[in-house]
């Protein structure tokens, strides 16, 4: 095939998510975003050809919340919120951060204030009012969001990063690496910006 491993392909994520998120130009960071568009496509057509092969791909791919991605190397299947500090971190200091495991998972009790106060803490970034259901909507030229899955604002299963990037709105999920390129791909969500 095109000679891609998964481990190139989450250095690649790696490194196009914090170009895209880094601010470090216009041209460089609408690159990334393409680049971002690219990937999605090229791991799909890896995942498909290692289901075909009959190798595990769940032990590759998360299901159900859980998986391996750069940055939830553990595998967790409950460490959501610090999958995306790991992910807002990495973003922010331009060097990858990994979630810890399982075992190191900070109980909120589906609450998404609790979670909230728990990414302000652990990636070192404001959590600013101002939720949004279903949209990623921003007058700036690149915001980050905290997306929380379900249309409850006070309760919920999983919480990903959404990115708005000159317009084109994209979810991420640092927990197993999925991206959505189309947010109704993702169901319902409330988003709320994040401020570094």
């Known amino acids: 095939g095109d000679g891609c491993s998964l481990r190139d392909l989450a250095r690649n994520e790696v490194k196009i998510v914090v170009a895209a998120a880094s601010g470090r130009g216009p041209a460089l960071a609408a690159a990334a975003v393409d680049d971002a568009v690219r990937l999605a496509a090229r791991t799909g057509a890896v995942l498909r050809r290692l289901a075909r ?15 391996v991605s750069r940055f939830n190397p553990t595998g967790g299947r409950k460490n959501c919120v610090g999958s995306v500090c790991a992910f807002l971190s990495s973003v922010k200091t331009k060097e990858v951060h990994e979630a810890l495991g399982d075992s190191h998972v900070a109980w909120n009790g589906g609450s998404i204030e609790q979670a909230k106060r728990l990414i302000e803490a652990g990636a070192k970034v404001r959590i600013t009012a101002g939720v949004q259901h279903g949209t990623l909507i921003s007058a700036r030229h690149q915001t980050m969001f905290v997306v929380f899955r379900g249309p409850s604002q006070r309760i919920s299963d999983h919480v990903v990063v959404g990115i708005n990037k000159r317009g084109r709105t994209m979810i991420f999920d640092p927990q ?5 390129f189309d947010l109704s791909s993702f169901g319902s969500f409330t988003a709320w910006p994040v401020a570094f």
């Open 176 to 180: 197993n690496g999925r991206w959505y």
């Open 53 to 67: 092969s009959g190798d595990d791909v769940a032990s590759h791919v998360g299901a159900g919340g859980g998986g």
